[in-house]
């Protein structure tokens, strides 16, 4: 007998994570395969915003995230090696949600709490599976899944399995093998630049707990710290034309030792090291037929503010509360239809910021210079002495700000308030504010 299930979820990152446990505790029951052998053991994305972890409370999973991660106090600017400004960002957004802050939970420690709850709900994640194809057919799709062992001897034991979904999504990355069964395009380009990516371990005096951002000429690179005095992540652009090694061949020290000497980094261990270029690509559709995108699968963008694993979540959640509703017979199955629309047009908004964003960083030339060397340095420590500055860009940043306004869902207005609006959070609620919502509500 073939296996069934309501829903196949194709990769386990934070995505498929996430999306398999909203519809498991919305009693759906699902099916998530990875084709890697293990758990991640590296940091990779970093900052939870906002409106994830507000998310993560209706999971009970807020105060562990929050517990076992840092918060960033400060940013500091460095330009031509010098230390320029320090910009205090501890509460930025105060007053806006229950979590005012910027925080740091490296990806494995992530990966591993959604997994250990997923297992604790009595689903467990299906490693070495791949998804080798898949066909619809009116009531349900047939997908074929491959099966990958290695043996003792070194060579691999492979068998292929068939299973029935009502729906499949794929959560597999930049290149989802249910994007391209589907024959979806994945518009956009690649940056020319080369980028590389390091955790390390170390000291010094930038090694405080806090983010620095070092401008220096057309080479720049972030830290972001994620314990108070010890571990921090690295990234930055490669000069390519200082590049005397095979690129498989580059380490830390080739890319950036004028920075590291510059901002006083004693790097005692390198946890790991790559390099990668950078995509900017939306899908053409995150929905074809019963098969649906989320995550790198849909939408791959510059690390500009730390949005893609972020925004990867928000499409599961998303997702998951309609199909459960299509699938316990709440909702007509149109209410799939309105998926593609709002979150394509929202992650069509953020790769476009993003790339505006990140092609400003890192533009060679007197503008781009211009930009780092004495914009930057000069006038945000001014802007960020004004709360309606310091709200105005969290807002954005932690995700806070997204409504679908324009989606077919959004119809009811009370007052001011329309559907899809974010609530304002407060501790204590007056009366008057909750008889408006339930008013609203009804």
Not at 329 to 353: C, H, M, Q
Not at 366 to 385: A, D, K, Q
Request: with cysteine; charged share 20%; aromatic share 8%.
């Amino acid at each position: 007998m073939i296996p069934r299930t309501e829903v196949l979820i194709i990769g386990a990152g934070p995505t498929g994570l996430v999306l398999a446990l909203w519809l498991t505790r919305q009693n759906v029951k699902v099916r998530i395969i990875d084709r890697k052998e293990a758990k991640p053991s590296t940091s990779r994305a970093l900052v939870i915003h906002a409106r994830t972890l507000e998310l993560y409370r209706q999971l009970g999973l807020a105060d562990d995230v929050v517990a076992n991660g840092h918060k960033i106090e400060a940013t500091n600017l460095w330009a031509e090696g010098a230390h320029r400004a320090h910009i205090p960002i501890g509460n930025i957004g105060k007053g806006l949600t229950p979590y005012p802050f910027i925080h740091i939970y490296p990806q494995d420690f992530h990966e591993r709490l959604l997994e250990d709850r997923l297992n604790a709900m009595g689903v467990t994640v299906q490693r070495n599976w791949e998804l080798v194809n898949f066909e619809e057919h009116d009531e349900y799709l047939l997908a074929q899944l491959k099966h990958t062992t290695k043996q003792p001897n070194s060579t691999k034991d492979e068998r292929t399995e068939f299973c029935e979904a009502t729906y499949i999504v794929g959560c597999d990355g930049a290149h989802s093998a249910v994007r391209h069964t589907s024959n979806i395009a994945f518009e956009g380009a690649t940056y020319p630049q080369l980028f590389y990516v390091t955790d390390i371990e170390g000291s010094g005096p930038t090694l405080n707990g806090e983010a620095h951002v070092s401008l220096n000429g057309s080479e720049f690179m972030l830290s972001l710290a994620y314990d108070q005095d010890r571990k921090a992540r690295l990234s930055g652009a490669v000069d390519e034309t200082r590049v005397t090694k095979e690129l498989s061949e580059l380490t830390l020290d080739d890319v950036a030792p004028a920075t590291i000497k510059n901002m006083g980094l004693q790097i005692d261990k390198v946890n790991w090291f790559t390099t990668y270029r950078v995509h900017h690509r939306v899908a053409a559709s995150f929905r074809r037929g019963r098969a649906f995108l989320a995550g790198d699968a849909a939408h791959i963008h510059s690390p500009v503010g730390g949005q893609g694993m972020n925004t990867g979540i928000g499409d599961a959640i998303n997702l998951a509360w309609k199909i459960a509703a299509v699938v316990h017979g709440k909702a007509d199955a149109s209410l799939l239809d309105s998926y593609d629309p709002e979150r394509r047009a929202f992650a069509s908004i953020l790769v476009n910021t993003t790339d505006r964003a990140f092609t400003n960083l890192v533009a060679k030339g007197y503008v781009g210079n211009f930009i780092r060397n004495w914009v930057l340095p000069n006038v945000m420590p001014i802007l960020t002495r004004f709360d309606r500055f310091q709200h105005r860009m969290f807002r954005g940043v932690s995700q806070i700000i997204l409504n679908y306004h324009d989606s077919a869902l959004s119809t009811g207005t009370a007052g001011y308030v329309q559907g899809s609006d974010w609530i304002l959070w407060a501790q204590k609620t007056t009366t008057l504010m909750q008889n408006k919502f339930l008013k609203f509500l009804t």
